[in-house]
């Protein structure tokens, strides 16, 4: 089946504009995760969803940043007023139950950001 | 708190060579363990996981991974490299019971030299 899918896969945006990163899990995952990757570093891990519910966001860098996930299926990520620090790409997993099972997760593409 | 050191940001290694890249963890209780791969311009990739049971975990692309318990490792391995091979590799830990993310390592670099 259809793995997990991320758009746009690139995004060029000017300093202080609004974004919306999209990703369509694996269908039938009910938990689906947003991470970070910045150059040289490792996943930064910032939201979770257990179906439309978003029971930690600790991981959010700031309050300029969101997330949203409708029908238990797709998911957005907002960034607003956008930096030059928040260039990284922004990867999307989905997998199923969370809280228990040793269920690994699937991961897309990724959508690579570049705030000019 | 839960986390996960990969000592070494690279390793290299001659093709038709075993390899290792290390990992090694810390949690609360008992772990959920698992190695990733990344190549250029990809998403990660599950390569294996252990969840309990026999200590030796074998995956995919002919990769292994040893649990041991008493030195808190997950060492990924596999007896002989590919120049294919090469590419970022993740070790990952979250706690099994209760509520946790998983945590990544940074990440370490694999080039296998022909």
């Known amino acids: 089946g259809a793995g997990v899918s991320q758009s746009p896969s690139n995004k060029v945006t000017e300093k202080g504009k609004d974004v919306e990163l999209r990703c369509d899990p694996i269908?039938?995952?009910?938990?689906l995760y947003w991470y970070r990757q910045s150059l040289g570093q490792g996943l930064e891990f910032l939201i979770y969803f257990q179906g439309n519910s978003a029971p930690d966001k600790s991981g959010l860098p700031s309050d300029r940043f969101s997330a949203e996930r409708t029908g238990g299926s797709v998911s957005t990520l907002t960034i607003q007023r956008t930096q030059q620090e928040d260039s990284a790409v922004y990867l999307c997993?989905?997998?199923?139950?969370?809280?228990?099972?040793?269920?690994?997760?699937?991961f897309g593409p990724g959508t690579r950001l570049t705030v000019t | 708190a839960q986390s996960v050191a990969q000592p070494e940001d690279q390793v290299n290694v001659a093709e038709g060579n075993p390899l290792t890249v290390k990992c090694t963890y810390s949690?609360?209780?008992?772990?959920?363990l698992f190695w990733y791969v990344q190549y250029p311009n990809r998403g990660l990739q599950f390569l294996l996981k252990y969840i309990t049971g026999d200590n030796l975990v074998k995956g995919s692309y002919g990769f292994e991974a040893e649990f041991n318990k008493s030195q808190t490792s997950f060492h990924l391995k596999k007896p002989s490299a590919l120049v294919s091979d090469s590419a970022l590799y993740f070790c990952?830990?979250?706690?099994?019971?209760?509520?946790?993310?998983?945590?990544f390592g940074k990440g370490t670099m694999l080039l296998v030299s022909p």
């Open positions: 949690v609360s209780g008992n772990p959920y």
């Open positions: 997993a989905s997998s199923f139950f969370f809280s228990t099972g040793g269920y690994e997760q699937y």
């Open positions: 990952a830990v979250r706690e099994n019971s209760g509520y946790s993310t998983l945590t």
């Open positions: 269908s039938g995952h009910t938990a």
